[in-house]
């Protein structure tokens, strides 16, 4: 009888049970009834402190379409994963190898995102049998050229942007759009080359205020009534860039604003005189069903992930390169981060065709 066990970590996203429903059925498939697969409670912690339940088949039908995650998720930051808080705290790594020889399991199947990637390699490199999928509505995992939960994050993101066109061109009024992505913006790029954003600001490519403002002025001029942008959670001035890390978290820690678009409305209506409205959707975008780009893609992993897994191969996350699934090590992809080029492909094409990015 082989043992597996799945579980979940991180940030929520679309496709976290398609993925889980391509595994398991693969699973099935490729070993048979002689297989028993426990599921994970709440990410990370649940392998800490021992909570999870042994599943069957049946668990694994009618999620293929169910946004969230049936094992539950929580944030386990990989650099407390060797602190200990105070002398009652457990050993996190020892209690997660103590439950994991408990469970009997022959491999854990991890999915998540930077972070899960970090302390997966760490289980790895102690002598865990160790599969991961990678997911995130950032697309930012080094190895991948696609997450699943991007593209159905995209599409929200998109539509919302859709949204605030029509009353930005009825009114006549400047849009601020604020979409995720804290340290990478991948989905930001997508949605606002999607949405048809006039100006996109992106964690990579630090902007000027005066040029942004120079963009809204020059459609004005040309009698174009609205403007929309299109502005990633972590988009930073070109005075930012050149702060050291501890500073700028400072300033920003100070900030008399909400967020970030908060503060480029504020200084943008300074700079135009143009009142300035901003839509953040927040978690919206990591909500609902996922779309069937990411349905394909979490049973195309899955199955993967199940192939590895029956042919003993270990220390690998599944991934999407040049279109087809292969086996990235996991020590490749541990700790690094996929930015956007800021002499990409398509930042170029968003150039040519006249969205500034205010640089």
Not at 67 to 77: A, D, N, V
Not at 226 to 243: C, D, H, N, T
Not at 322 to 348: F, T
Request: glycine fraction near 12%.
């Amino acid at each position: 009888m082989r043992r597996i066990g799945i579980l979940t970590s991180g940030g929520d996203c679309q496709g976290l049970n398609a993925a889980i429903r391509g595994v398991a059925k693969g699973l099935y498939e490729e070993i048979g009834n002689d297989i028993e697969i426990f599921g994970i409670h709440n990410g990370y912690a649940g392998l800490i402190h021992g909570d999870y339940r042994k599943m069957n088949k049946s668990d694994f039908s009618g999620i293929l379409t169910v946004g969230g995650t049936i094992l539950g998720t929580s944030r386990q930051p990989f650099k407390m994963m060797r602190v200990k808080e105070d002398e009652n705290s457990i050993d996190k790594v020892q209690a997660m190898k103590e439950h994991y020889k408990k469970m009997g399991l022959d491999c854990l199947v991890i999915l998540g995102g930077n972070g899960t990637h970090k302390t997966a390699n760490l289980l790895s490199e102690e002598g865990l049998n160790v599969v991961t999928m990678p997911k995130t509505i950032d697309n930012d995992v080094w190895g991948t050229e696609m997450t699943f939960g991007f593209q159905s994050a995209v599409d929200i993101a998109t539509q919302v942007i859709d949204c605030i066109h029509t009353t930005a061109t009825s009114h006549g009024r400047i849009f601020i759009v604020e979409v995720m992505g804290h340290k990478v913006g991948w989905l930001n790029l997508y949605a606002g080359i999607a949405g048809g954003a006039d100006i996109i600001l992106l964690p990579e490519i630090p902007y000027d205020l005066n040029e942004v403002a120079k963009v809204i002025d020059k459609r004005e001029s040309e009698g174009k009534r609205f403007s929309i942008l299109a502005v990633a959670e972590g988009a930073i001035s070109k005075e930012e860039a050149q702060m050291k890390k501890r500073d700028f978290k400072a300033q920003r820690a100070q900030m008399p604003y909400p967020s970030i678009s908060y503060k480029i409305a504020k200084e943008l209506e300074d700079k135009t005189g143009h009142e300035i409205r901003v839509t953040v959707p927040g978690h919206f975008q990591r909500g609902g069903s996922p779309c069937a780009y990411d349905r394909v893609l979490c049973t195309r992993f899955g199955a993967a992930a199940a192939r590895l897994i029956k042919n003993g191969q270990y220390g690998f996350m599944v991934a999407l390169q040049n279109e087809k699934i292969v086996p990235v090590p996991l020590s490749e992809v541990a700790g690094k981060l996929k930015r956007v080029p800021a002499d990409s492909d398509i930042i170029e094409a968003a150039k040519e065709i006249g969205i500034s990015f205010g640089d």
